[in-house]
């Protein structure tokens, strides 16, 4: 910290708020110290410290570390104690962070109510510094968690290595309450359990709405609260994830997003429970998803055929196993080498060299030139009713014909994904954001050899594999696409979860839903 190139009286970053002389601990006979509040650290500097000129604290807390602040009474004393998550690096490794409790006693007078006036006065104003800054570039579209704060936490206990409920009570739970969040846990029992329970619920009792899963839980919930009347207020309620399964894409995602060092297992936990307890939300971009079959799904992470959903799927077996099923069953695959054929289709986020534009407003609803109803704009539709797929046809009509259709018909895999990362180790759309409006689109041509395709998701761990230039490998940023399959053959997944293979066409759907994001 380049605490010693700051000049008095503004340590910190800005004017000092508050300053005294504590004892140091709770206990009486501590060694006194004296602190400095600023908008950005509590400073602390033990006797014999300097208390001017140049050199820094002994030791300064920053805010933006904290997760939460008390006050209480010590007999004829008073305490106020800072609980902070700072990040240390190992001595190798990413950074973690780690946990630093740092309590000061109040003896400043013989009056008993006075000292834990002084120490409520501090712990109040640390906890209001502590708050997050609301970025004001993106107009309404970020918030905090208010405090105290009341969060049901759904969790699935087989999920992943079988370890959710008891990593929810070891780490996330103690946090939660250092933060003033009240957690009342829901235990799933069966398939579609989160779903009918966030449906259902009385949301008007929670301030959000917590995941301690892998990504399929999180769709139960997405998809739960798009069935609800009151969808469109429903999906206001911010939702948070907290890795409890095998892949945890998001939970990885949204520890990109917040600039975090790639970090796994009790370390990305750790990572996205402290997210929760600082409590910044955004919105998030969904994909609305029609089947052939007529259903309807809204998806918030991936769409994907092929290669890597036969992946996803076939490695349920080694669950136990966590994130390592999936190397296992990639080698598994690539012994099996499939391809899989069909026609793909999308409209690109920005056209493409050499394709005419369309003469219309891209954003306008589509009608393949045909007589037919026009869809109304999203946003615009009756009250209750779900959003309008405005840049879609019927799966009966052909595409629009400012869509590109992919000449090829032979794939290995064919993955639309809306979030950075495949996997906690898997680094797909570095370019993703959380509300970036495109869905980024992937897909291998058939003819790679296994040793090319290998090669590809060792560098998707780095989130290199588009610099290997190869070939077979396209990716185009696109707002809606269709999947024709030939036949039913093949895996196809939504959000980690298994799907029957039918023809299949989305779009991204801007902000529909919020989460927790920390960035």
Not at 19 to 44: H, M
Not at 138 to 144: L, M, T
Not at 399 to 408: D, K, L, N
């Amino acid at each position: 910290m380049a605490a010693g190139r700051r000049a008095p009286p503004e340590p910190g970053g800005g004017p000092v708020l508050l300053q005294g002389i504590f004892g140091a601990g709770p206990t009486p006979g501590g060694a006194a110290c004296s602190l400095a509040l600023t908008a950005r650290e509590l400073q602390v500097r033990r006797p014999g410290g300097s208390s001017g000129g140049s050199a820094g604290p002994d030791a300064a807390l920053r805010l933006a570390d904290c997760v939460g602040s008390s006050a209480f009474p010590a007999a004829a004393a008073a305490c106020f104690s800072l609980v902070c998550y700072p990040l240390r690096g190992p001595r190798w490794g990413s950074p973690a962070r780690q946990r630093l409790e740092r309590t000061f006693r109040v003896s400043l007078g013989p009056d008993a109510e006075d000292n834990l006036r002084i120490a409520q006065a501090w712990s109040r104003r640390i906890r209001e510094l502590s708050v997050p800054a609301v970025p004001t570039q993106d107009g309404d579209s970020y918030g905090v968690l208010p405090r105290p704060c009341r969060a049901l936490v759904l969790v699935n206990p087989q999920s992943g290595a079988g370890r959710a409920l008891e990593d929810f009570q070891a780490v996330v739970q103690p946090m939660l309450a250092e933060a003033d969040i009240a957690a009342t846990v829901f235990i799933t029992e069966r398939a579609h359990h989160a779903q009918e329970k966030v449906r259902d619920e009385d949301l008007s009792q929670w301030d959000t709405l917590v995941i301690m899963s892998g990504d399929g839980l999180l769709h139960e919930v997405v998809n739960g609260l798009m069935e609800r009347p009151d969808w469109a207020d429903a999906m206001k309620k911010p939702l948070c994830i907290l890795p409890g399964g095998s892949g945890n894409a998001l939970a990885a995602s949204i520890n990109y997003y917040a600039g975090n060092d790639h970090v796994a297992k009790k370390k990305l936990l750790t990572n996205c429970t402290f997210i929760l307890c600082k409590g910044l939300h955004t919105q998030m971009d969904l994909v609305s998803l029609s089947m052939a079959s007529g259903k309807r799904l809204f998806s918030f992470l991936s769409f994907g055929w092929g290669f890597i959903s036969d992946v996803d799927i076939d490695s349920e077996k080694y669950r136990r196993l966590g994130n390592a099923r999936f190397t296992l069953g990639t080698l598994q695959c690539l012994a099996k080498l499939r391809v899989y054929q069909g026609r793909l289709s999308y409209l690109p986020a920005v056209p493409e060299q050499g394709t005419p534009p369309a003469h219309r407003d891209p954003n306008a609803p589509i009608t393949n030139g045909q007589a037919a109803r026009v869809l109304p704009p999203a946003g615009t539709e009756a009250p209750g009713a779900l959003p309008t797929d405005s840049l879609l046809v019927p799966l009966c009509q052909p595409v629009p014909a400012h869509w590109t259709v992919v000449p090829e018909e032979e794939f290995v895999t064919v993955y639309a994904i809306y979030q950075s990362h495949l996997g906690t180790n898997l680094l797909m759309a570095p370019a993703a954001r959380l509300n970036d409006g495109c869905i980024h689109l992937f897909y291998l041509k058939a003819g790679i050899s296994r040793l090319a395709l290998l090669k590809i998701f060792l560098a998707m761990a780095r989130g290199t594999h588009l610099d290997l230039n190869c070939p077979h490998l396209c990716y185009v940023r696109v707002r809606a696409f269709r999947l024709e399959p030939q036949a039913a053959a093949g895996i196809m997944t939504v959000d980690g979860e298994a799907l029957a293979c039918e023809p299949v066409q989305g779009q991204i759907h801007s902000r529909l839903c919020r989460i927790v994001s920390g960035s």
